[in-house]
């Protein structure tokens, strides 16, 4: 699909100058800059959605952890010990 994009002078020299450094094409930049952009804001959706998700399932039911349990358990794991999960507060 071609897409036209205007930008501005001062951004086009920039793109240019980079693509040059890079011995790549400004077209590839450009492709380049929108992949990652457009990747990082749909992590950052997904992020927002679960965030979301898990407050609306801890507003309905109230199970939770505390931080001293997640912490406790998350540092078992990260030293590669098998450690179930700690049961939740209602």
Do not use: F
Not at 77 to 86: G, R, V
Request: net charge negative.
């Amino acid at each position: 699909m071609a897409t036209s994009v205007k930008i501005g002078d001062e951004l086009k020299n920039r793109v240019q100058h980079l693509a040059g450094l890079r011995r790549r094409s400004a077209h590839w930049i450009m492709r380049e800059a929108i992949r990652q952009y457009v990747e990082r804001e749909e992590q950052r959706e997904t992020v927002k959605e679960d965030a979301l998700r898990a407050w609306n399932d801890y507003r309905a039911d109230g199970r939770h952890l505390t931080l001293d349990e997640a912490d406790a358990w998350l540092a078992k794991l990260e030293a590669s010990e098998d450690a179930e999960p700690p049961k939740c507060h209602g």
